[in-house]
Protein backbone atom coordinates (compact mmCIF):
# COMPACT_ATOMS: atom_id res chain seq x y z
CA UNK A 1 0.00 0.00 0.00
CA UNK A 2 1.13 3.39 -0.88
CA UNK A 3 0.69 6.96 1.48
CA UNK A 4 -1.09 9.63 -0.28
CA UNK A 5 0.83 12.36 0.40
CA UNK A 6 -1.47 14.84 -1.10
CA UNK A 7 -4.13 13.70 0.76
CA UNK A 8 -2.12 14.33 4.56
CA UNK A 9 -1.06 17.28 3.39
CA UNK A 10 -4.25 18.93 2.62
CA UNK A 11 -5.25 17.27 6.13
CA UNK A 12 -2.73 18.78 7.94
CA UNK A 13 -2.98 22.22 5.93
CA UNK A 14 -7.25 22.09 6.95
CA UNK A 15 -6.46 21.34 10.76
CA UNK A 16 -4.01 24.50 10.55
CA UNK A 17 -6.69 26.55 9.63
CA UNK A 18 -9.32 25.22 12.35
CA UNK A 19 -6.26 26.18 14.44
CA UNK A 20 -6.59 30.24 13.99
CA UNK A 21 -6.76 30.67 18.09
CA UNK A 22 -4.43 33.08 20.03
CA UNK A 23 -3.51 31.09 22.59
CA UNK A 24 -0.68 29.45 23.28
CA UNK A 25 -1.64 25.72 22.59
CA UNK A 26 -2.97 26.78 18.94
CA UNK A 27 0.17 28.53 18.44
CA UNK A 28 2.02 25.17 19.88
CA UNK A 29 -0.09 23.02 17.49
CA UNK A 30 0.23 24.50 14.26
CA UNK A 31 3.76 24.98 14.81
CA UNK A 32 4.30 21.16 15.57
CA UNK A 33 1.62 20.87 11.96
CA UNK A 34 4.28 22.87 10.11
CA UNK A 35 7.03 20.53 10.99
CA UNK A 36 5.06 17.26 9.83
CA UNK A 37 3.53 19.75 6.47
CA UNK A 38 7.06 19.89 6.13
CA UNK A 39 7.89 16.53 6.45
CA UNK A 40 4.75 15.51 4.27
CA UNK A 41 6.13 17.61 1.23
CA UNK A 42 9.68 16.67 1.40
CA UNK A 43 8.81 12.54 1.04
CA UNK A 44 6.37 13.85 -1.79
CA UNK A 45 8.80 14.71 -3.82
CA UNK A 46 11.63 12.85 -2.87
CA UNK A 47 13.29 11.46 -5.96
CA UNK A 48 14.94 7.59 -6.15
CA UNK A 49 18.21 8.65 -6.86
CA UNK A 50 19.43 8.59 -10.46
CA UNK A 51 21.56 6.39 -12.86
CA UNK A 52 24.75 8.64 -13.58
CA UNK A 53 25.66 7.90 -17.45
CA UNK A 54 29.10 8.41 -18.34
CA UNK A 55 29.88 9.65 -21.48
CA UNK A 56 33.26 8.35 -23.33
CA UNK A 57 36.08 11.07 -23.23
CA UNK A 58 37.13 12.48 -26.42
CA UNK A 59 40.98 12.46 -27.15
CA UNK A 60 42.52 16.14 -26.27
CA UNK A 61 44.25 17.83 -28.78
CA UNK A 62 48.13 18.71 -28.97
Request: with cysteine; hydrophobic share 45%.
Given at each position: ????????????E???????????????????L???I???V??Q??????????????????
Amino acid sequence: MTSDFAAAHLHLERACHYLRGDDETSSMARAALDILIDAIVAAQYKRPPADVVEFPRTATRR
